[in-house]
Nanobody, 114 residues
Framework: QVQLVESGGGLVQPGGSLRLSCAAS???????MDWYRQAPGKQRELVAT???????GYADSVKGRFTISRDNAKNTVYLQMSSLKFEDTAVYYC???????WGWGQGTQVTVSS
């Protein structure tokens, strides 16, 4: 079972930037990978997807502000977040884009606050 470790979150002011990382304990090269987020009291939502060939897709709420990328040699997926807004505050998770998902990591907290 592949394990996922998310990192890079933190406290940032509105308009700021963060880069999240998701390190997998096994190969991710054949999988499309997703970033999700879950805000307090809300369901987990899909934020961004990157296919095995590098095609990307984004939720409307983050389009133009977030960029997903991957480094298969490092088994790592990234989420570059810019122009952060209060409503981006959430715990961010990654996983493969297929069923069943791998076990969920602990996530990384992103807090946007002035």
């Amino acid at each position: 079972q592949v394990q996922l470790v998310e990192s890079g979150g933190g406290l940032v002011q509105p308009g700021g930037s963060l880069r999240l990382s998701c390190a997998a304990s096994g190969s991710i090269s054949i999988y499309a990978m997703d970033w999700y987020r879950q805000a307090p009291g809300k369901q987990r939502e899909l934020v961004a997807t990157i296919t095995d060939t590098g095609r990307t897709g984004y939720a409307d709420s983050v389009k133009g502000r977030f960029t997903i990328s991957r480094d298969n040699a490092k088994n790592t997926v990234y989420l570059q977040m810019s122009s952060l807004k209060f409503e981006d505050t959430a715990v961010y998770y990654c996983n493969k884009d297929s069923i069943p998902p791998w076990g969920w990591g602990q996530g990384t907290q992103v807090t946007v606050s002035s």
